[in-house]
């Protein structure tokens, strides 16, 4: 049995689109069949999305995707502007973004570990796995603590999950744990010094979660600290309705999408005629066919009034290939060049708080 | 163009697992290959967890569950003691659930809707579709608007979707959705008379979410009614803790398998020494390979301590197939004999409230 | 490491629909959604299939299936008249039917082997792993012998596939492996006694391959027996233009699927205007997605004028467990009642031979 | 209705990896995760097989890859000595390949085409469909008229299908198909010229059956022209014997993938202690969870004692994304530089020819 330390030996990094111009090669594949001809249209609408300066572009994130190598994309993102908000699992910005910034690693598993024949060994030396690559327990476990810390430092009341992530990025930029002071960008700090609000719809399913409990155990029916998931929901729809043009740029499926999708309803609720999202692209290997919402194509999200047909593509692909190739398309026909930072961050803080 | 009233016609009916003895069926299947074998392999786990009168019984359940039919099994389980929570993604408890409990119904959709060619007329109709299904959106606005009316007849607080969703039971029991009164048995009103607690860790994501947004909204800034999902992943834990012997029946993947596989974690965390669930099933058509926790398989979940490695079994097919036959095996050879109702409702009401 | 014999002790067994009446269940699955709800409709179109006795049923095989445990199944359906012609990849009808009808078995893997982790020591022992379930490749190797041996034994000219195998059939029947004779039966010996042609359109690609390369390596330029692929082309297209009205049973796609389809096409070239099949079913875990047939859609084939849009229904399902539901529905339905055999073989020995 | 011709406008178009230098997009994937470390290593391996200069390189195709937009890249690596032998569909070399060569074009379908709404029109306008591509079923019966001249032209034995598609290379270099001649390049012709063997295992399933089909049939029992598919198998079995060190290139599965592996098996047969494929890349979309061969890994043919497990990769995507990537990173590399042509056409025109 190998060492943990000749375990965890090689780093995942971060792939970086400024580096690699696709813009000929995705133009070819526009002219192909299948999944080359959907990442080639859905780069178009990127970009058209991104030039619709009105356009505020909401980034949804499902899957395991920074420890991926993914991370860096979303961080150029939100830096040029071509990012308005995030929604996201738990676990792609706590577990994987913030436990990067703190300075950890994941790191590339060995293929004979892929399907499991190792998990026994893993267990033992406290090393987890996401399919190909594996992360030291023990230093997530130090990340579980700090928004353990973090969450112990506010004043009691409920947040939404923007509140709080607002608070582990100012957390990053107080800490040095920032670029200028030696340490890595990340997307919790790139967003929070970028006024890009980030919603965690289902946030204590993550490293946060953790810290939220051991939290409110140890007050033991004090007053305490709470995450209000309806305050997200309203938060986002107030984005919506401030701003009516809305894009969609999804990876994966899931809870984010579904809620960034449900705004446009909610924001009717609300007394608001709000416009379905003009733009929408779907980056998932999710199939249609047990009608889960992951899979589910954005035709169907047009029969529930929340996706416009017009400018919609899925593309089924595994993200890892195919968001390089759309993301960079977009940066590199600079798309973004007329945009500036919507700073929307701002409009929320004028959502009044209620303990 | 056919008719909302042409359209609406043929409602799906829930099966029925009492009807139809499958034990003979299941065991054919353990001596072939592929899913028959997992699915024979799934069928006797969930009979030794139900013969293991210890173990308490997760049901995890993700994708659009109720609307394919499944409700009735769900129910079934729940009113036999085949089952002590339930985590759900909110959309099979409220909208699909709670919406039928009320007296609406589900519609089959012709084969020519299945991909979309027809979503521009079902807008017009206000008719939504999940893949091969129909929802009138008058009928779902009214879910939404008794959800808001729930809201608004609480204490404001902030509150766990376990502490909402058995509001909503009681909902249906005073006011005559029961099959008492003449009304239809739900998941929703059998938990909540066998005091099975259910949790949906991304609760705004749903039908509710626009009752508690429409509910905040009035408010402003007054005090409301907020959902703590950290409460959720408290409570759970809770139940973990008095509880320490688990197994997982999960139909699909996302944040409910997540959040349920986590208690394990979160248990260590409040200093418990916890044991790992004992057995755990999953059936999916998600893929591993694209890292997604969706398709993980609990292998890679055992190399986070949370699912032991001896009683696992993922089934790759879609649940309205493999369903029927596991939990029919199972009910058919009366593993369920022996068990009583935890009633682990009891042990949260014991759990401290605070505003 | 365990022994050859330890791997090789549970021998997979043959699903007996006759012994599952399973009509109620499918019933109660055509008012779900989903794959019961296409597995439901599909059990329908093949009830219809057969009680249209001018039909002429053309099952088609790729994918591992015999080895999986489906064999019985196929053999019940040729002696009840429910199958008319097989169209299959060689591998089922050699390497795992007239295997199996030699004598030989399959055997349950152990979970452990699924993924590839003994790969190395199964190669050792001389086991040949197919996903979950292990061969005695020592017992293979006869099976190819015995190829060589009826290879050996024949006229030296060009053969159909269908020919050959037609040899294969009374090889069995000649050397007492019968179940009169205390063998089991099989696909090749059913088809033989019941004249239902069996067609592997790429021959050479299986255990009989083997024996006709080392035919036609001894014989070094000498007359020899060879395998004419065309031959089979023009046979079933004789059936067809014989025999207008046919349906499809499809278990996978692949080379079955399209040699199948394109009768249709081939008896147009020759001068006859041959109707579209009027039923087809195909049952396949296959995607569209990348244009690939295999999972084409059945709607696609009628763009090619080859499948008839009315009675056609894709299954997405793997195969064990979607078709002990389908064609254990037509067979307790009785939809055979009606039905004599084809005795298709015969108007095939009319087709002149040539050298 | 839209005409056929407003159909048919815009042709797909084949990317020519020359233009894209990928290597240092390559590079950084295989640092990331899931598909894009995968396709980073399986273009490590295409580099190092093509560096080992004995190594004869096996270019194996399944699914409709040429009306996709992939023919220049495999006409490419014949030009280039990066492919020494090609087993393929039917479809891809004759339906596709060589309708191209005859001048004929593949079509971009709109999005709205994808799922089958519009295949009655198509039918009627006598356009057939692959998923999102069009094609022109009046010239498609060119190409099969084609096909029938050549047959008619061939003096009557049987033949390997290698030999007859050498015969429509030398008709598509006398009859002014060639880009020399003001026609265009394709895999038929380069493989012609460069004595690269093409072989289809199942070729009367494509095109040139139905060219067959009407050659025999007119010949009524007179001497014709026949495919002698165990002398495909025979053919390829020589060529790994002169040339053992042997690796794989696979775009799909099916017959291909089967049949190339086989050759270790079928030289051992004949007395030759043959290795196994030293290298073996697949791409697929295909699952290993039906058993089915198309999605079995490497991992199990090496079970088989087919593939040697060092340098084996399979990569879960669709072809026309990661085939670009991996092709066109190997020609960047300039991997082919010291490789000569291995005219492995002229090993096969020394095996016997029999009557």
Sequence with gaps: MPTKKELLQRPIQHIDIKQHNVVALVDAM??????????????????????DTDCGVILCLA????SAGLQKIFVDLIRNNMVDAVVSTGANIVDQDFFEALGFN?????????????????RELMIDRIYDTFIDEEELRICDETTHQITNSLEPRPYSSREFIREMGAYLSKNGKTPQAGGRDSIVLAAYEKNVPIFCPAFSDCSAGFGLVAHQHARQGKPHVSIDSAKDFYEITQLKIANPTTGLLMIGGGVPKNFAQDIVVAADILGVDASMHKYAIQITVAD????????STLKEASSWGKVDLTYEQMVFSEATIALPLIAGYAFHKNAQAARKGKSWTQILDQVPVTA
Tied chains: 1, 2, 3, 4.
């Excluded at 994941?106 to 893993?122: N, Q, R, S, T």
């Excluded at 249609?288 to 899979?295: K, Q, V, Y």
């Design 30 to 51: 526009k002219d192909m069949a299948y999944s080359s001809r959907d990442t080639g249209r859905a780069a178009d609408i990127y970009e058209m999305m991104l030039r």
């Design 63 to 66: 899957g395991s995707l920074i």
């Design 106 to 122: 994941h790191y590339v598993a060995g293929d004979e570990y892929k399907y499991g024949a190792g998990d026994a060994d893993l």
């Design 288 to 295: 249609a066919r047990d009608g889960a919402l992951s899979g």
